[in-house]
């Protein structure tokens, strides 16, 4: 009879060691009543009150070096973040070179706790075009990926990856646009569309197998325009952890969390939103006008955060668009533009609809976008000085107290 | 109200101190400037106080509903400009008269304080006055109320709504008032509220429309819904107001009227609901002869007019085609006179219904092979079967049967042109140019627009070129088989007005249907080819142009839309010069 009695504790004992011993990765996502889901770091729930990162000072362009700038602006712009509230910045694609780049994940989580959500653009801005049909060009940025993966995924400040950005719009032929024979020989446009969306999404799926064996501590991240091709997604991309938004649409999101839920049922990060702070059609700057719709914005981003009954309930935060300005990017061929903050919008959207009367309806200022301004003529710790301009202020105080409305009763 | 007396007081003061630092020259000038200023301040403000005083005494002693939404309403007007208030986002309105949402909401809190009016009324308006705030404080870029104040009004506009519905039931007027503040406010901001704050707006609509003899209320849903593009909902909730107000013994003739009156509103749908239910009652009772004069009244109001260069009123081609429908059903097609077939077919031209359109012009042809429309509807079938339905055949038949014809109208001298262009895209040159030199023989200097054409179109022979690019690309994309796929149906165009006359500006828009591109601005190349007039577009880039004709007839205007990955669509759109 002891015996009989001692077997279950033994068996519970070691059912309980065993559970103990497989530890919880330490960021994943938990998937909570009514679908909702929530990131957990280090077994705590974590918000992400993120910004994009990438400080090119002025007179410079992308192909800037800046992890090695030795006045290191991740420092100066780390205690700004910090101050802020800010707790995540988004790195579309990391530097050649990996120390430096540690360098700058361990500077920002030690010293201010800031972690790093680290991006790959899977060849989308190769020339001539990516070719996400060819299997050399597949094994060539999975190589790279992989690479990125196992160099950075021990870094105590890594959060997620993100696969990609707005590449999911060139299977619609618009941009960098791509072809495969077999696409070439479908007559239907539509099918054509739809062929290229497999293409991608398969892949896509087959780097984050990859991925997961590779790093079972952090989630992968699907980085996608719109909700564009999310339903051919959810058909071809199923180990895909979460999906990563580029969404511009003025003061809300509209049925944005609803409509990923019904279409590709993931929880969501807005890895890039914002609102330009140029009024093109009164031609000045207009602090007051980013700062409203980014209020607006993150007040969507919170009612649809976990445990909001009000919500949907899917969205893990967002990395705003972007910290500081970026001054080369209206001409980017042209040196001397960077030297200029340009006040001529490059593209046009209604949804951001004070200045949509500017001409031609060229309203999005993409220069002006950051939510601290660089100077022009004063430098601070080596740097441009950095200017937060009201959005800052007006973010900052929304995170300390954010404002949600309760639903009305029935 | 202690408000005017205050400002009046400040006035006087700033006036007096401004007085001192000027010099006595000036002093004088100003000194009646502002003794008038505060005078009609003071009159204003009287004016004022007396209207609230008024108004107030129209509240507390309301008998109705009517009488007292409308005391409120007229509150609102007094203390703010709602005018100035849109939907949707712009340029921010100026600021007209004072915008004094504050003291009306204290004034509200006032009167429920002194238990003067119905609670839930008043909070019904608090939340709609701190709706209208938020909404003016964003217009007109207050920013430092709209950041300092803005949660607490937000707060407002959902705790006070929801104070009225907590009280009153659905058969009460501050309940579906207060659902539908809230419902446009959570429109507004998009947010997740808005999908449930609509279905409980219908639902309480809907029971209001059984249980309560108002009826304003429920109209005044409809048209908030409508003006933001719920069309269908409105509808909904139109038809259960039409119902209420159309009672058995209104007389049809002041059902017409009454559907005229919401036509002239420049509210069609709840115009067209009136006219249903007065055709579905004149149907029963009229004899066909009174009873198609009235179906062809209400069609030609609902069509583009299509002689005389006129458009003005709201068009709504869809409807007019259910209306002529309706007279072809009663009184088969021999009721249509050559007029009333034209307009039809125009109509349909215009909402690019272009094979019904074809089928009417056909039938124009063969019953009324010698009236004042054969020749256009000829050209307009032959550009049909060309461009549209890619047939050369038959649309060079058409063409021939006006080159056929004894004297050169400016259709036929069109015609000669298209032959003698489909001839040169072909490759068949001596024929184009026995067109050509046909037209040119026939138009001398009538048709200077056709003559600079084709001797263009000559240049190209002679110089052994191929048509301009636009044109040949036009041509290439609208005429080969292979190219089918190219359908119309993402890039569209449109003329304004349709039927100019010479010399009159005319403007020409496109606009093209691209799957999202995000930030990626898709720089995008315009096409333009065929009777471009006077004012052809300067550049590659313009999606728009204004322009004018000097000879009548009907023009052709031609579009292709290419991308840097290639040809997104093409289009045609027929301009008729008087």
């Not at chain 2, 409120?72 to 939907?87: G, N, P, Q, V």
């Not at chain 2, 304004?496 to 999202?516: C, H, M, T, W």
């Not at chain 2, 333009?528 to 550049?539: A, C, E, F, R, V």
Request: glycine share 6%; hydrophobic share 35%.
């Amino acid at each position: 009879m002891r015996k009989i009695y001692w077997i279950p504790l033994f068996l519970v004992l070691v059912f309980a060691t065993g559970m103990a011993s497989v530890p919880k990765p330490k960021v994943y996502i938990k998937k909570l009543k009514g679908n909702h889901y929530q990131l957990i770091v280090e077994r705590k729930p974590y918000i992400v009150k993120g910004v994009c990162y990438t400080p090119i000072p002025i007179g410079q362009n992308h192909e800037y070096d800046w992890w090695s700038d030795p006045y290191k602006p991740w420092i100066v712009d780390g205690k700004l973040m910090q101050e802020m509230g800010v707790n995540t910045i988004r790195l579309y694609q990391a530097h050649d070179n990996p120390e430096e780049v540690k360098k700058v994940i361990r500077d920002l989580y030690e010293l201010y706790g800031i972690r790093t959500i680290l991006g790959h653009w899977l060849g989308f801005w190769e020339y001539p075009c990516p070719f996400y049909g060819d299997k050399d060009f597949q094994e060539r940025i999975k190589k790279e990926v992989l690479e990125m993966v196992n160099t950075y995924k021990d870094e105590p400040g890594i959060l997620l990856w993100i696969l990609g950005n707005e590449n999911n719009y060139s299977c619609l032929g618009q941009v960098n646009p791509w072809s495969t024979d077999e696409i070439d020989k479908e007559p239907n446009p539509q099918t054509q569309k739809f062929m290229r969306a497999k293409i991608y999404y398969s892949y896509v799926n087959d780097l984050t197998r990859e991925i997961h064996k590779a790093d079972p501590n952090h989630p992968v991240a699907l980085g996608n325009g719109e909700l564009v091709g999310l339903d051919v997604a959810n058909q071809f991309c199923p180990d895909i952890d979460l999906v990563a938004c580029i969404i511009y649409r003025g003061k809300t999101f509209g049925n944005l969390f609803n409509s990923v839920k019904a279409t590709f049922d993931r929880p969501v990060l807005l890895s890039e939103f914002g609102a330009d702070a140029y009024d093109a059609y009164l031609k000045k700057e207009d602090q007051n006008m980013q700062a409203f719709f980014l209020e607006s914005q993150w007040r969507q981003i919170y009612e649809n955060l976990a445990n909001n009954k009000e919500g949907a309930g899917n969205c893990l935060g967002g990395t705003v668009f972007e910290w500081t300005d970026e001054w080369w990017k209206h001409d980017q061929n042209n040196p001397e533009s960077w030297k200029v903050h340009d006040t001529e919008s490059n593209w046009s959207n209604g949804s951001y609809y004070f200045d949509i009367q500017a001409p031609k309806n060229m309203n999005m200022n993409e220069e002006w976008f950051g939510i601290v301004a660089l100077s022009e003529d004063q430098k601070e710790f080596g740097l441009d000085k950095r200017i937060p301009r009201k959005a800052y202020y007006v973010i900052r105080e929304f995170w300390k107290r954010p404002n949600l409305k309760k639903r009305n009763k029935r | 109200m202690e408000a005017p007396e205050l400002k009046e007081k400040e006035q006087e003061m700033i006036g007096s101190q401004m007085l001192k630092r000027l010099p006595s020259k000036f002093s004088v000038t100003l000194l009646i400037s502002l003794t008038l200023l505060t005078s009609l301040t003071r009159i204003s403000y009287a004016q004022d106080s007396a209207k609230i005083n008024a108004l107030s005494k129209q509240i507390i002693e309301a008998k109705s509903d009517k009488d007292l939404y409308s005391a409120f309403e007229e509150l609102m007007d007094l203390y703010f400009s709602r005018a100035t208030i849109k939907s949707e986002g712009g340029i921010p309105p100026k600021a007209g008269k004072e915008n004094k949402y504050n003291e009306l909401v204290d004034f509200l809190n006032s009167l429920i304080k002194k238990k003067k009016a119905p609670e839930p009324v008043v909070n019904y308006y608090i939340a709609a006055t701190r709706y209208y705030q938020l909404k003016y404080l964003e217009e007109t870029q207050e920013w430092d109320e709209y950041f300092s104040n803005g949660n607490t009004y937000r707060d407002q506009i959902t705790q006070s709504a929801q104070k009225a519905i907590d009280v009153t039931t659905t058969k009460d007027t501050a309940y579906l008032y207060a659902r539908l503040i809230l419902w446009r406010f959570h429109r507004d901001q998009q947010d997740s509220f808005e999908e449930s704050a609509l279905a409980d707006l219908m639902r309480a609509a809907f029971e209001y429309s059984s249980l309560s003899p108002e009826l304003l209320p429920l109209k005044d849903v409809a048209d908030q819904l409508l003006s933001y593009g719920e069309k269908g909902k409105a509808k909904e909730l139109y038809r259960s107001y039409v119902n209420k107000l159309i009672t058995q013994d209104i007389k049809d003739e002041e059902l017409a009227s009454i559907a005229l009156g919401f036509y002239k509103e420049g509210n069609l749908e709840l115009s067209q609901l009136v006219y249903d239910i007065y055709i579905e009652r004149i149907l029963k009772t009229y004899p066909k002869e009174k009873l198609i004069p009235f179906l062809i009244d209400i069609a030609k109001q609902f069509s583009y007019s299509a002689i005389g260069g006129k458009d003005e009123g709201l068009k709504d081609t869809v409807y007019a085609e259910n209306i002529f429908k309706k007279i072809e059903g009663i009184g088969g097609k021999d009721v249509f006179d050559q007029e009333l077939i034209y307009l039809r077919t125009f109509n349909l031209e215009k909402s690019k219904e272009y094979s019904q359109a074809l089928n009417i012009y056909m039938d124009l042809i063969q019953r009324f092979p010698q009236g004042v429309h054969v020749e256009e509807a000829t050209y307009k079938a032959g550009i049909i079967f060309t461009y549209i339905l890619r047939d050369l055949k038959n649309g060079r038949n058409y063409f021939e049967k006006l080159m056929n014809k004894e004297s050169f109208s400016p259709y036929a001298i069109s015609s000669l042109y298209q032959l003698g262009l489909l001839s040169q895209w072909e490759g068949d040159l001596i024929k184009a140019k026995e067109y050509y030199n046909k037209l040119l023989g026939e138009a001398k200097e009538k048709f200077p627009e056709a003559v600079d054409l084709v001797k263009a179109r000559l240049r190209e022979i002679e110089e052994a070129k191929p048509p301009e690019y636009n044109l040949k690309t036009f041509l290439d994309v609208s005429l080969k088989e292979e190219n089918k796929v190219f359908d119309m149906s993402k890039v569209d165009l449109t003329s304004f007005p349709y039927r100019p006359k010479k010399d009159q500006e005319v403007n020409i828009a496109s606009s093209v249907y691209l799957g999202d591109t995000g930030c990626m601005q898709i720089e995008l190349q315009y096409l333009w080819s065929g009777d471009l007039g006077t004012n052809k577009p300067s550049s590659l880039e313009q999606p728009a142009f204004n322009t004018s004709y000097t000879e009548p007839g009907t023009k052709v205007i031609n579009l292709v839309v290419v991308s840097p990955s290639g040809i997104i669509d093409r289009n045609i759109d027929l301009i008729d010069v008087d």
